[in-house]
């Protein structure tokens, strides 16, 4: 171990009261409750809420998957390797593939009601 006695003992030897922080503005909001009920009736309300038949879609989706399960079955998606394209298969517990499935067949053959212009 190596001790230079040529340079003493610095201001960097001991240790320093930490400095504190600057005091925050008092802008009354300390502590500020928020009513969750409000902010979701308003969410759900507004111009922007969510369609009923999403919601409908949405609860759907599960249930089917709720059933898939139920049977030991999933539906998994994958990256086609040489189309690079979305595919979907269903799979047993193990992940043993039963069949591909049609994207068609999972989300149906609706045209979309506004195409991208």
């Known amino acids: 171990m190596d001790i230079d006695a040529t340079k003493g003992i610095g201001a960097g030897a001991f240790p320093r009261p930490a400095q504190r922080a600057e005091e925050a503005p008092a802008t009354g909001e300390f502590a500020r409750v928020f009513d969750l009920a409000e902010a979701r009736r308003r969410r759900m309300t507004g111009p922007d809420r969510i369609p009923d038949e999403v919601w409908d879609d949405i609860t759907r989706a599960g249930q089917l ?12 998606f ?6 690079n394209r979305v595919v979907a298969s269903l799979v047993d517990e193990d ?4 069949r591909p499935v049609a994207l068609g067949e999972i989300f149906g053959t609706e ?6 212009a």
């Open 78 to 83: 994958d990256t086609h390797r040489l189309t």
């Open 95 to 98: 992940g043993r593939v039963l």
């Open 65 to 76: 998957a709720d059933d898939l399960s139920e049977r030991g079955q999933a539906v998994r």
């Open 111 to 116: 045209p979309d009601p506004a195409p991208a």
